[in-house]
């Protein structure tokens, strides 16, 4: 599952966001909208419903539905911005996030301290917070302070993200229970709060992803299945029906499923990367069954290796592990008649090996990785 909204939102808000007090004349936050043309007023409150703010040089308030924004510049000229956030914004991009986290929490105090001590600023460090966790690996600090963003603010601009990242942290980890938990609390709490309906679909498809997990595919499907008309969760829905197709080898199905995404989204690519890879390992799987090793292969070695696609996802992991795979089966096939070309596929196996456990520790495709080497490296 993933974060699209805000690794859209990280990079301008690295650059400029600032705290900006809700009665600064001067304030010039800038609202980019979904559908629109920017708007440069005052932002007054942001939750998961919606988004109040004043225009420049208007003191009518306007409402209208989060949903719609893709991003907002908080004005970077205000004197009352908090020096440690942009101080753990700087280190949260540099990688260092135990830096990251210190100064970032010193920024919330200091704007608690404000006259606008709900400033949507506290959101976004709060959400960079977990974030930094997440990347440090540190699955006990996601929960903590994805709960505490919760705790803060039960409707947060961002509490749909506090989610996903608490159920990511478990799922790297391989801590099906923490996974469940995750999705127990969620349900929980759209039962107990109106304002979190918007969250059921996210709810359901992180269902799904642990349904299918547990290869349970026939059942993750129908869940998939039942988001196929929502635009608004169409990479998750699209990634999940490809996978679990695979998995239940229906291999019809799926080779039409890929070609449809692959015209969809023709000299697109760079707008949905996620689901372009997914493509590219779904089409490997279907030129494997198929008995085309050698396509098959330069299918998972592109998803593997492109720059523009290798990201941190389950479809770049399983593109690494299918590659080595690939390799391994390709190797094989020219066994002691051929030893130079079988040895030069076993070592890119190999290699595509070491390259998917240094990019995923937690990788759960070892095993099946480790074995289509041996078989390549006995074959005669």
């Known amino acids: 599952m993933n974060m699209n909204r805000f690794n859209a939102l990280s990079t301008a808000v690295a650059a400029a966001i600032l705290f900006a007090a809700a009665g600064a004349a001067s304030a010039q936050d800038k609202i980019k909208w979904k559908d629109r043309a920017d708007t440069e007023g005052v932002v007054i409150s942001l939750n998961i419903k919606d988004i109040k703010y004043r225009l420049t ?9 989060s949903k719609n924004v893709r991003d907002i510049e908080f004005d970077q000229d205000n004197t009352l911005f908090p ?7 700087a280190a949260f ?13 010193r920024a919330i105090d200091r704007i608690k301290r404000t006259n606008s001590p709900n400033h949507p600023m506290r959101d976004f460090a709060r959400r960079y917070i977990v974030e930094a966790y997440l ?13 505490e963003l919760r705790k803060e603010k039960a409707d947060s601009f961002f509490v749909r993200d506090s989610f996903l990242m608490q159920y990511q942290a478990a799922k790297m980890r391989r801590n099906a229970k923490g996974q469940e938990d995750t999705i127990k609390e969620l349900e929980e709490a759209i039962k107990a709060d109106r304002r979190l309906d918007v969250l059921q679909p996210d709810s359901e498809l992180l269902r799904a992803d642990f349904l299918e997990m547990n290869k349970r595919y026939s059942d993750a499907l129908t869940i998939y ?20 197709l695979s998995g239940l080898g229906r291999t019809a199905e799926l080779k039409s499923k890929v070609e449809s995404i692959l015209v969809e989204i023709k000299d697109k690519k760079d707008a949905n990367p996620e689901v372009y890879l997914g493509a590219l390992v779904a089409r490997g799987d279907v030129q494997l069954s198929e008995g085309k090793i050698k396509e098959a292969l330069l299918d ?7 720059p523009a696609l290798s990201r941190q996802s389950a479809e770049h992991e399983a593109a690494l592990a299918k590659a080595a795979i690939a390799a391994a089966r390709f190797a094989k096939q020219f066994g002691e008649r051929d030893k130079a070309n079988k040895t030069t596929y076993v070592d890119r196996a190999k290699e595509l090996r070491e390259d998917l456990k240094k990019a995923y520790p937690q990788t759960g ?16």
């Open 57 to 65: 040089n208007s003191p009518a308030e306007q409402e209208e539905p």
């Open 83 to 89: 020096y440690e956030y942009s101080h753990g914004v």
């Open 93 to 105: 991009h540099k990688g260092d996030y135990k830096t990251a986290i210190e100064q970032l929490e």
């Open 135 to 147: 990347r440090a690996g540190d699955a006990a600090g996601v929960v903590t302070s994805a709960q």
């Open 225 to 244: 299945s039942k988001f196929g008309a929502n635009r608004e969760v169409w990479k998750e829905v699209t990634l999940g029906t490809l996978r679990c």
């Open 300 to 306: 998972y070695m592109k998803g593997a290796l492109d």
């Open 365 to 380: 495709w070892s095993a099946d990785v480790d074995g289509a080497i041996k078989e390549a490296e006995r074959s005669q």
